[in-house]
């Protein structure tokens, strides 16, 4: 059973298109985490949820929106696509949120926009 | 946010042990030492991690510097399956949920 997966792994799209990625986790955790990761291999957080509940937003342009039905899931809808969109990005799941908590990733979703 | 410094990329022969450095001279007494690899085309997945004491698991062991301003990632015995980008990040121990992955140690495996 995979633990944290991703539909689609991989997306192709026209920009101004609206698309959404999934995510959900069978590992039971509360936190859920959307990662967006560059060309350059460079990682970094975006939004994070807590029991449904959004906790952090790092300064993400508002066409990016997340929803959180359950614990188990974290979806991203994506508004308005621009070119600069295009990346990898990796759902993650932990018990909680902490310094000494491990976060499970997800396989990612390549998304490109034309 | 305290820095971390890797090498770009670093090769080993199959079997052999594999040390990789990482250089965090601004660290702070709470923050963390977490590794991570990220295998080609797959999500990150955690490898170690540590506070000040030297620690083992089933993947690796992490050797922390006495000052702390280093430590060194081991693989005891490379395997053609750890050839993967290797990231060391440090969390601060108070409220650093999130990871944020610079451009890693890139680990070529030859067999």
């Known amino acids: 059973d995979t633990a944290v997966s991703q539909t689609p792994k991989y997306l192709v799209t026209q920009m101004g298109n609206d698309k959404s990625i999934k995510c959900e986790q069978n590992l039971g955790h509360d936190t859920m985490y959307w990662y967006k990761q560059d060309s350059k291999k460079f990682l970094k957080i975006m939004f994070s949820?807590?029991?449904?509940?959004?906790?952090i937003n790092e300064t993400v342009p508002n066409r990016f929106s997340p929803k959180s039905p359950d614990k188990a899931h974290l979806n991203l809808h994506i508004n308005s696509l621009e070119l600069g969109d295009s990346a990898v990005y990796f759902c993650a799941s932990s018990h909680y949120r902490g310094s000494t908590d491990t976060q499970y990733f997800g396989p990612g979703t390549r998304l490109t926009v034309l | 946010d305290a820095k971390t410094t890797q090498p770009n990329s670093m090769e080993s022969n199959e079997e052999e042990p594999v040390h990789l450095p990482c250089n965090h001279s601004?660290?702070?007494?709470?923050?963390?030492i977490h590794w991570y690899r990220q295998l080609p085309s797959q999500g990150p997945e955690y490898v170690i991690h540590g506070l000040t004491s030297n620690v083992n698991n089933r993947m690796a062991s992490l050797a922390i510097a006495e000052d702390r301003k280093s430590s060194t990632l081991i693989l005891h015995r490379a395997t053609l399956r750890d050839a993967a980008v290797y990231y060391c990040i440090l969390r601060d121990g108070f409220n650093d949920y999130k990871l944020s992955f610079g451009a890693g140690t890139t680990v070529t495996v030859r067999a």
């Open positions: 949820y807590n029991n449904k509940e959004l906790i």
């Open positions: 601004t660290i702070s007494g709470t923050d963390y």
